[in-house]
């Protein structure tokens, strides 16, 4: 048949050819991808903030244990005074000593304990017509003998203080006139039934040794506070020995330290993250007791 054998054009059935970054195949790859990249990116993030928690606890918990361990260093040198102390009011109190042997008694406490710069025993008289006792020894072998000199122990307040009391207690820092113009901490103990008070004087500087080499570790900042809060030693410029660190506070705006001096006067131990006002930093502050001598360290690390 005529024209059976004509080819019949064949229409192109396969339309626009799909551009390769419209594939499905692309597309899946560049989701896989993008998926993957957020989890890692997750996985970074979350292991950084467990590093740097890791890292901030860290360094809090070593803040804490160096206070700690310094508030402990600095007790058990108070703690051998306040011995020391018991044992020679008991000896003054029990052994009816001559005025001679009381004065060699100090003597011999000042030169043996550690830490002593001098001690003092005052000894109302045991019977009328009896005489009265006050002198101090100093480890220098100074000798004042506040009844010659006409001073009044009695009018002091320090005095009053201690016969009234029923433990020892240590005074805040003073500086020492008897003692020949240096600063000194004292601890004050009285002596049974009202008899008088014997007390032994500790250089201020011995005081503050077992926590000022902490000041040069880098970063820290390091307060001692004496029981009614004087400052004794601080890396804070200019407030040791003049301040109460409430007094610092009110004055500075130091407010973020508020609490640590509440911690201080209240004899317990605390711990805070906070923001310094001073330096904008964080700062992890520690708050230590030294031990029940109503002293108490302050140690700040950013």
Same mark, same amino acid.
Request: proline share 4%; aromatic share 8%.
């Given at each position: 048949?005529?024209?059976?054998?004509?080819?019949?054009?064949?229409?192109?059935?396969?339309?626009?050819?799909?551009?390769?970054?419209?594939?499905?195949?692309?597309?899946?790859?560049?989701?896989?991808?993008?998926?993957?990249?957020?989890?890692?990116?997750?996985?970074?993030?979350?292991?950084?903030?467990?590093?740097?928690?890791?890292?901030?606890?860290?360094?809090?918990?070593?803040?804490?244990?160096?206070?700690?361990?310094?508030?402990?260093?600095?007790?058990?040198?108070?703690?051998?005074?306040?011995?020391?102390?018991?044992?020679?009011?008991?000896?003054?109190?029990?052994?009816?000593?001559?005025?001679?042997?009381?004065?060699?008694?100090?003597?011999?406490?000042?030169?043996?304990?550690?830490?002593?710069?001098?001690?003092?025993?005052?000894?109302?008289?045991?019977?009328?017509?009896?005489?009265?006792?006050?002198?101090?020894?100093?480890?220098?072998?100074?000798?004042?003998?506040?009844?010659?000199?006409?001073?009044?122990?009695?009018?002091?307040?320090?005095?009053?203080?201690?016969?009234?009391?029923?433990?020892?207690?240590?005074?805040?820092?003073?500086?020492?006139?008897?003692?020949?113009?240096?600063?000194?901490?004292?601890?004050?103990?009285?002596?049974?039934?009202?008899?008088?008070? +014997?007390?032994? &004087?500790?250089?201020?500087?011995?005081?503050? $040794?077992?926590?000022? !080499?902490? #000041? *040069? =570790?880098?970063?820290?900042?390091?307060?001692?506070?004496?029981?009614?809060?004087?400052?004794?030693?601080?890396?804070?410029?200019?407030?040791?020995?003049?301040?109460?660190?409430?007094?610092?506070?009110?004055?500075? +705006?130091?407010? &973020?330290?508020?609490?640590?001096?509440?911690? $201080?006067?209240?004899? !317990?131990? #605390? *711990? =805070?993250?906070?923001?310094?006002?001073?330096?904008?930093?964080?700062?992890?502050?520690?708050?230590?007791?030294?031990?029940?001598?109503?002293?108490?360290?302050?140690?700040?690390?950013?």
């Amino acid at each position: 048949m005529a024209g059976a054998d004509s080819e019949v054009p064949i229409a192109d059935l396969s339309g626009e050819r799909v551009r390769w970054y419209h594939s499905l195949r692309t597309r899946i790859a560049l989701w896989s991808g993008l998926l993957t990249l957020l989890f890692l990116l997750a996985v970074t993030l979350a292991t950084a903030w467990y590093l740097r928690r890791e890292i901030l606890d860290s360094a809090q918990r070593d803040t804490r244990a160096t206070t700690i361990e310094a508030a402990g260093r600095l007790d058990d040198r108070l703690r051998t005074l306040t011995i020391a102390t018991g044992n020679l009011a008991r000896l003054v109190a029990q052994a009816g000593l001559e005025p001679a042997q009381l004065q060699q008694a100090q003597a011999a406490v000042a030169e043996s304990v550690p830490g002593t710069a001098g001690t003092l025993v005052v000894l109302e008289p045991s019977a009328p017509g009896a005489s009265a006792y006050a002198r101090y020894v100093g480890r220098d072998g100074r000798v004042r003998d506040f009844l010659a000199d006409g001073y009044d122990i009695r009018d002091q307040a320090w005095y009053q203080r201690t016969v009234a009391a029923r433990d020892g207690w240590w005074s805040e820092p003073y500086l020492n006139r008897t003692a020949g113009q240096v600063w000194m901490a004292t601890y004050n103990l009285p002596l049974p039934g009202g008899q008088g008070m +014997a007390s032994i &004087d500790m250089l201020l500087e011995d005081v503050v $040794a077992p926590v000022e !080499s902490l #000041a *040069h =570790l880098p970063g820290m900042r390091v307060t001692l506070l004496a029981p009614e809060g004087t400052v004794a030693f601080s890396t804070i410029a200019g407030i040791a020995l003049r301040d109460t660190l409430q007094a610092y506070i009110d004055q500075s +705006a130091r407010h &973020d330290l508020q609490w640590a001096a509440n911690a $201080a006067r209240q004899r !317990s131990p #605390a *711990h =805070l993250a906070h923001q310094d006002n001073e330096t904008g930093q964080l700062r992890f502050t520690a708050v230590e007791p030294v031990g029940d001598s109503g002293w108490a360290l302050l140690v700040g690390q950013t």
